[in-house]
Nanobody
Framework: QVQLVESGGGLVQAGGSLRLSCAAS????????RGWFRQAPGKEREFVAA????????IYADSVKGRFTISRDNVQNTVDLQMNSLKPEDTAVYYC???????????????????WGQGTQVTVSS
């Protein structure tokens, strides 16, 4: 059974940093893109960052570009999201996801991902 488990969320002051990690179990995803999405209260889920299967290509939402960095470890079967200079508007539940397409292009579209974690809460206080 495939399982994605996020960790690293918490409460941080504005300007601070957090590092989220997503561990996959049940199968390996070395040849699949990985992504991070988030959902704030009362809002739709939105794209945050994604990385292709080799780790050579990354894309970011404009709102986090220059502050967040996505990375992956295909040996450990994990993907991380380093979040710096956090803002109150970054407060949300953060979800990791695995692309449905083997060797596919990196994507910001949530319908192209078919495995999702349960989410981890990130709260940024002002």
């Amino acid at each position: 059974q495939v399982q994605l488990v996020e960790s690293g969320g918490g409460l941080v002051q504005a300007g601070g940093s957090l590092r989220l990690s997503c561990a996959a179990s049940g199968r390996t995803f070395r040849s699949y893109g990985r992504g991070w999405f988030r959902q704030a209260p009362g809002k739709e889920r939105e794209f945050v960052a994604a990385i292709n299967w080799r780790g050579a290509t990354t894309i970011y939402a404009d709102s986090v570009k220059g502050r967040f960095t996505i990375s992956r470890d295909n040996v450990q079967n994990t993907v991380d999201l380093q979040m710096n200079s956090l803002k109150p508007e970054d407060t949300a539940v953060y979800y990791c996801a695995v692309s449905a397409f083997q060797y596919g292009i990196v994507s910001s579209v949530d319908s192209t991902y078919n495995y999702w974690g349960q989410g981890t809460q990130v709260t940024v206080s002002s």
